[in-house]
């Protein structure tokens, strides 16, 4: 049974041969991190092959290059063994929607599935942080200072930066709303407010 608590979640990141599995795209990374009762405990990454050549572009914005690609793991070996991680953890991904779509394709592929909920850290923030320059996770952890390495479009990299700026929304909420210890369903429910109702939805959610 997955985690009832926010504090207890899988983050994770995809890098793709494109923006949909409809159109034939893959997965060629994942990265993820799992937290338990705030604390980071367990990180997953591999590359992965799609069983086709990227473009220049992808290899130009991830990094990661066909020559890279060449000796790695099928897709369907990856994803099987990422499916043993996650196992039935809640999920978090910045831009959630992207993610999702990519991880039930390639598990649907390979007949699994997952037992968690996913919520979005870019939705959230969108509604805590409305004086933010923007919401690319980038922008996000430029807005909230964390501290970063400046590598971004890796997998486990977006994933640990999300893992951050997931625990500092969690801080902010205790400290500036009082909400101590938020359950995941709260996060979700969060990610969907109006803005011009988030403080009040926030001054009665603990």
Known sequence: MSSLAANSVIILDFETTGLSPNQGDRAIEIGA?????GIVVDTFQEL?????????????????????????????????????????????????????????????????????????????????????????LGGLVEYKQIENDGVFHRALADSEMTAKLWLQMLDDMRSEHGITAPSFTLMQD????????????????N
């Open 33 to 37: 991190v799992r937290i338990q009762d």
């Open 48 to 136: 992965m092959n799609p069983g086709f050549r990227v473009s220049g572009f992808i290899e130009g914005y991830t990094g990661i290059s066909n020559a890279m690609l060449a000796n790695a793991a099928p897709c369907e070996e990856v994803m099987a063994r990422f499916a043993d991680f996650i196992g039935d953890h809640n999920l978090v991904a910045h831009n959630a929607s992207f993610d999702q779509r990519f991880l039930d394709a390639e598990l649907d592929g390979i007949n699994l599935s997952y037992g968690g909920k996913f919520a979005c850290s870019m939705l959230i923030a969108r509604r805590l942080y409305q004086d933010a320059p923007n919401h690319k």
């Open 190 to 205: 969060l990610s969907r407010k109006p803005k011009a109702q988030v403080n009040r939805f926030l001054s009665t959610a």
